[in-house]
């Protein structure tokens, strides 16, 4: 268990871009691919071994020590708030994180005392409105976000965005970018001590790949 | 969201009901550190379970007054906690208590403590902890004895793959202060050193227009991570700002590791700059091979005593009992668990006699459970369902001759033999 390094994979967007930098790096899950049912790769002549996670999991796998190290995008580790390291920023999937509401709607107040914000991220959306003492009220959902204004669920929303298509053709506009994400490199706090010359070695290569 | 709406949970989150063998694997991790401290002439102390939250909360950081568990006392209507660390407690109890007492004092305590964690984040909100303080030493003696005994403790309990990882509070404090960064850009950088995150630690400090030197030298810091090497580095690389009392006071206490044969348990990372804020010094986190947390940590605190009213130096260090059991359970160390020696029952005698034959056993240091009427079979039954392996049973004719049946309740045979035999 020692020598093996575990690397959760994000499935979905972050999982391409991945799987390419990782294998620049000389980290190859031999057959990795997102369709695939098998959910663990193993390279065991370089003693690497890569699982296939959903990409909301990863910062769990990783601060729990399941994963020694794993890829996530900004926002999620915004979100979750979990005990690990952050070393590198790998520079992609790069997205704003975003408010946005109806195209009329005035920034930030509405009428009604209270705001109601829909996201997938509540974490995020009640820090920001917080900070700026605007008092809302958070509608935790799970998809197609840009519904809920258009419903009457929410007044706002606090989703990502990285092209603002998805909005615009909802008739939805951008009222302000909380942050801005791209995917980072996590890692777990006891694994970087206890295979430290390893993952050192990893974070090195991979700068080495992403300045390069 | 609980599956059906009327259905309440037993118990609250985060707290366990240890089983009868969970329970005896807990104790015998926690006798065998006590242990280990009271080789080293740590003597145990215990701490009430609550304290009047005015008075402790001197010694406890934001993070502990936000998640303990607080209620009103009935009498004072003053606001009580639920001891969220117990090392404010021994400051405390040193500070009004042992004022005259010479020092050092060497003081040890295995405690449950409470914090308040959300749901579903995999955490304990009742926390055993077994910890020890060294009070009234400002050396780097004092700081190793600490780390000798961690060591220890974990090398008895038959743990070796396990790293001691040392900071130092004032080594960061220090860099931060001679690379002119401002008080209120500290906390941000602080987080930023502490989650590794070294694109945002260059963000903060080209906002804060921290100049190239200063820039390169904070960047450095979360990878100032290794063996002793690492401490060269940091010199090296703080050269020119100044004497650095952080780094002088690491080498010492390495120095004293190393010639007590400990420094293949020692890694540096003066990245690592968490803890309680208490702390002044050297700091260090446990890191086993096996488990992603830490399995405890430890510090100089030069202050908290004084924070009660006396100035006095000390340092420290506790564990986590729970992950040790974790650990302890996946690397599958540990003695095979017996609940019971034997079970006694009767033949023809009466209960007077059963009881004076059970009462022998025990005196000479058997664990016997007493239970009349059972027949061999349903003795041997109730035997292996416990691995319990012998039973006895007490005969009025065989009993004069200082005679029982002893039966093997793995094998299902029996034998008479003298009493004395067992």
Not at chain 1, 91 to 98: D, H, L, N, Q, R
Not at chain 2, 134 to 143: H, K, M, T
Not at chain 2, 170 to 175: A, L, Q, R, S, W
Not at chain 2, 233 to 251: D, R, S, T, W
Request: charged fraction near 30%.
């Amino acid at each position: 268990m020692k020598d093996i390094i575990s690397i959760a994979v994000p499935k979905g967007k972050l999982m391409k871009p991945s799987v390419s930098l990782l294998s620049r790096a000389g980290i190859k899950g031999i057959g990795i691919s997102g369709n695939s049912r098998k959910l663990i790769f193993n390279d065991r002549k370089n003693h690497y071994r890569l699982m296939i996670v959903r990409a909301i999991d990863v910062p769990t796998y990783v601060e729990h020590g399941a994963a020694d190290i794993g890829i996530a995008g900004k926002e999620l580790i915004l979100e979750q708030d979990k005990d690990l390291y952050e070393p590198l920023d790998l520079g992609f999937g790069y997205c704003k994180i975003i408010v946005a509401g109806p195209k009329d709607s005035n920034y930030p107040c509405s009428g009604s005392p209270k705001l109601k914000v829909a996201t997938k991220y509540p974490n995020i959306a009640e820090d920001y409105f917080s900070r700026k003492g605007i008092p809302v009220e958070i509608i935790k959902l799970y998809g197609s976000i840009e519904l809920a204004p258009l419903t009457g669920l929410a007044d706002r929303i606090v989703d990502l965005s990285s092209s603002g298509r998805t909005l615009a053709e909802n008739n939805l506009v951008i009222l302000d970018v909380i942050a801005e994400s791209t995917a980072r490199l996590i890692v777990n706090r006891a694994s970087i001590k206890i295979k430290y010359e390893r993952i050192t070695e990893i974070i090195r290569k991979l700068e080495d790949q992403i300045k390069g | 969201m609980k599956p059906f709406k009327n259905q309440r949970s037993s118990t609250p989150r985060g707290v366990t009901s240890l089983l009868p063998e969970a329970a005896f694997r807990k104790r015998l991790i926690e006798g065998s550190i006590l242990d280990t401290f009271s080789r080293w002439g740590y003597q145990e102390v215990i701490t009430p379970v609550f304290e009047y939250l005015d008075v402790i909360s001197i010694g406890l950081g934001e993070e502990f007054l936000e998640r303990g568990y607080k209620f009103v006392d009935r009498s004072s209507g003053r606001l009580m906690l639920l001891r969220p660390d117990v090392t404010p407690q021994i400051a405390r109890m040193v500070a009004m208590q042992m004022r005259d007492h010479p020092k050092p004092i060497r003081l040890s305590y295995s405690e449950n403590v409470f914090r308040h964690q959300d749901e579903h984040a995999g955490r304990e909100r009742e926390i055993s902890q077994i910890g020890g303080e060294l009070i009234g030493i400002e050396g780097p003696e004092a700081d190793a004895e600490i780390i000798s005994v961690a060591i220890e403790s974990l090398k008895r309990l038959g743990i070796r793959e396990f790293k001691i990882v040392i900071g130092h509070i004032g080594f960061f404090d220090e860099i931060l202060s001679r690379t002119g960064i401002k008080e209120g850009a500290r906390p941000e950088i602080h987080e930023a050193v502490l989650r590794k995150d070294t694109s945002r630690l260059k963000e903060i400090l080209r906002r804060e227009k921290i100049g190239l030197r200063g820039t390169g030298l904070v960047s450095e810091i979360p990878w100032l991570l290794g063996g002793s090497d690492i401490l060269e580095k940091a010199e090296m690389l703080v050269k020119g700002i100044g004497h650095m009392e952080g780094i002088k006071n690491l080498k010492e206490i390495f120095n004293i590791l190393t010639s007590n044969g400990l420094k293949d348990y020692i890694l540096i990372d003066l990245g690592e700059v968490r803890g309680m804020g208490y702390y002044t010094g050297m700091v260090f986190e446990i890191i086993s091979e096996g488990i992603g947390y830490e399995l405890g940590g430890g510090g100089r605190y030069d202050n908290l005593i004084g924070g009660f009213g006396f100035d006095c130096p000390s340092t420290g260090f506790a564990l986590n009992l729970e992950r040790l059991q974790i650990l302890l359970d996946k690397i599958r160390i540990g003695v095979e668990y017996k609940s019971v020696d034997l079970i006694i029952t009767n033949g023809e005698c009466t209960s007077g006699e059963l009881f004076r034959v059970a009462q022998r056993l025990r005196d000479n240091g058997s664990r016997v459970i007493q239970m009349p009427d059972l027949s061999n079979d349903d003795l041997i039954k109730y035997a292996r369902s416990y691995n319990i392996d012998k039973g006895v049973i007490v005969d009025k004719e065989l009993i004069s001759n200082n005679e029982i049946y002893l039966i093997d309740c793995k094998k299902g045979t029996r034998k008479r033999i003298n009493i004395k035999e067992i």
